[in-house]
Every structure is written in structure tokens, then in C-alpha cells.
Nanobody, 126 residues
């Protein structure tokens, strides 16, 4: 069982930055791919970024366009999402997720993830 707790959300002006963190419980964190998703009101949950178990493989949603960076520190059981050049359309609840099996790759499909955090609100004002 893996428990995920996100932090770092908040209110920021357009063009600003935020760094989200996701702290994971469990000894097997370092073996699991991780991902960030987001969901805005009235919209479907969408893939933001994913990272393989070792951190060597990463991928991003098309809308990111070089603004976000996902990383992980397996010694701290934590995955991060650095978000720069934020736009009002980035406003959403951001969720951290873990794939509950060993893999070096990352996953874009939400159905591939077994564990989810409660989410953290990110609001970008214009």
C-alpha cells in the first residue's frame, strides 16, 4: 500500500512559479513510476507529467511546452513538479499518482495508476 500526500499548491499570479511536492509512504516507492495529473472544474482529468522509477525517463502533457519539470528524490520518497510561467488555464486541482508495479518507464494513462493523493489546489490569477 502506498499513501501519497501533495503539498505546495496555492494562489499565484500569471507568469509566476510553484513547486508541488508529493510525499509517499512505503518502502517500494523507489520502484514505482509516478505521475502528476490535474483536473479543472467541468473538465476531465489530464496527464501533466510522468517519471520512471529511477527518474531517467520523463514525459509531459502537450500543453506543458517546457514550462514544467518533474523530478523525484527516492531517498526522500518524494516526487516534485516545478511549474514555471504559469497561466490562468493552469488553474486546477493537481494530483500525484503512483503505478503500483515495478517499471522504468512512465505512463500517460490515468488508468495505469493504482494510488492517488487527495490533490492540491493551484490557482493562477490573470
Amino acid at each position: 500500500q502506498v499513501q501519497l500526500v501533495e503539498s505546495g499548491g496555492g494562489l499565484v499570479q500569471a507568469g509566476g512559479s510553484l513547486r508541488l511536492s508529493c510525499a509517499a509512504s512505503g518502502r517500494t516507492f523507489s520502484r514505482y513510476p509516478m505521475g502528476w495529473f490535474r483536473q479543472a472544474p467541468g473538465k476531465e482529468r489530464e496527464f501533466v507529467a510522468g517519471i520512471g522509477a529511477s527518474g531517467g525517463n520523463t514525459g509531459y502533457g502537450d500543453f506543458v511546452k517546457g514550462r514544467f519539470t518533474i523530478s523525484r528524490d527516492n531517498a526522500k520518497n518524494t516526487v516534485y513538479l516545478q511549474m514555471n510561467s504559469l497561466k490562468p488555464e493552469d488553474t486546477a486541482i493537481y494530483y500525484c499518482a503512483a503505478v503500483g508495479r515495478d517499471s522504468g518507464g512512465y505512463y500517460r494513462f490515468s488508468g495505469s495508476y493504482h494510488y492517488w493523493g487527495q490533490g492540491t489546489q493551484v490557482t493562477v490569477s490573470s
